[in-house]
């Protein structure tokens, strides 16, 4: 009987072994290159390396995933187009910069459009994400998950944004991006359109008072060295999404489309849970650097919230008014079901 046993066991390892190679044979092999506009030690490199991970094992090392960073490959806008002619497969970027081939995007840029993150997955992960997947598919980019740059706080060199009012007169560096633009405009500040590059040396001539972007950029990025507040108003959240150029999806076989959805749904989740640990490090790592930080009370961030809602009306017909009508309603729906809402 032990030596039956013996020999069903090494029947079956062999079996086992044999079959991985089958496996992976479903596989072509292949370098996926990834473009990215920030630096690998930036949160989006965690969920660059988990989805690499993912996709080597279940692949047997066949499909290998690459990234690029600090626009190797060309900047977001330049990447996503590379993207629609079919010469570079993949780019994680924000939404932001795509506003100009699908206008439906510009949704995501509203202000005080999220109360929470909980609110922003729900939206991103749901129906509503799933349709602007959808509609991306329509001008040759298949989005395989949406990941996070996160909310945008304000600093500058004059005083703390502690209500509305304290934005008037403040010379705010504000994104090449129309809805941008016209949310600082309409706080009373006098927003000014510059590219990333330019804005530290910017703030320390004093060109600029103010700038605003997530926590972990305004860390890594050294704005505490020439900005003395840092305001906690959380007025935009920013998705970055993973998209993969459609003319070279419909070339991959339908297992390795499956790996990729699979594996970038692993990245999602590692570069979340990244970039919200990172952003409260760079809150602690920004108040003892010096920085005054407050946060905006919850009267004052509901009034913010209603004041903003002119920007919405203004840019409704751009963006679509059944986008953003929907984007209420679900808005509506998420508050509703909560506990107190």
């Known amino acids: 009987m032990k030596l039956k046993s013996w020999l069903l066991a090494a029947t079956a390892a062999i079996g086992l072994a044999a079959a991985v190679p089958v496996a992976a044979q479903q596989f072509e092999s292949r370098t996926i290159r990834v473009s990215n506009g920030v630096n690998e030690d930036h949160p989006v490199g ?50 932001s910069p795509l506003v100009g081939i699908l206008p439906a995007l510009g949704v995501f ?13 729900a939206i991103l992960d749901g129906e509503f994400g799933r349709d602007m997947t959808q509609r991306l598919e329509g001008v040759g980019l298949v989005n395989l998950a949406y990941w996070e740059n996160g909310f945008r706080n304000a600093t500058n060199s004059r005083r703390a944004i502690t209500k509305w009012e304290d934005f008037q007169g403040v010379r705010m560096r504000v994104m ?17 359109p510059m590219a990333f590059g330019e804005v530290f040396t ?10 605003e972007n997530p926590l972990v950029t305004i860390e890594t990025s050294r704005m505490n060295e020439v900005q003395r507040y840092l305001s906690i108003t959380r007025h935009a959240y920013t998705p970055f999404l993973v998209l993969y150029s459609k003319t070279l999806w419909d070339r991959l076989s339908p297992a390795e489309q499956e790996v990729l959805r699979t594996c970038t749904i692993e990245g999602r989740d590692a570069q979340r849970r990244a ?5 409260d490090r760079s809150l602690q790592t920004l108040r003892r650097a010096g920085m005054q930080v407050n946060e905006l009370s919850a009267p004052e961030a509901t009034r913010m919230r209603e004041h903003a809602r002119t920007v919405w009306d203004r840019h409704a017909e751009q963006i679509g008014r059944d986008v953003v009508a929907r984007m209420g309603t679900e808005l509506d729906r998420l508050r509703a079901a909560r506990p107190g809402g």
């Open 46 to 95: 965690a969920g660059v390396r988990a989805m690499a991970q993912c996709a080597a094992q279940r692949t047997g090392n066949r499909m290998r995933v690459q990234g690029f960073w600090g626009g190797a490959l060309g900047g977001d806008l330049q990447a996503t187009q590379a993207l629609r002619a079919g010469t570079q497969e993949m780019v994680v970027t924000s939404s």
């Open 202 to 211: 910017a703030l320390e001539t004093r060109a600029i008072d103010g700038q």
């Open 109 to 121: 840029d509203l202000p005080f459009l999220f109360a929470n993150e909980a609110e922003a997955d």
């Open 176 to 192: 090449q991006n129309n809805i941008f633009l016209d949310t600082f405009r309409n706080m009373g500040s006098n927003a000014i």
């Open 275 to 279: 970039n919200r640990e990172g952003n």
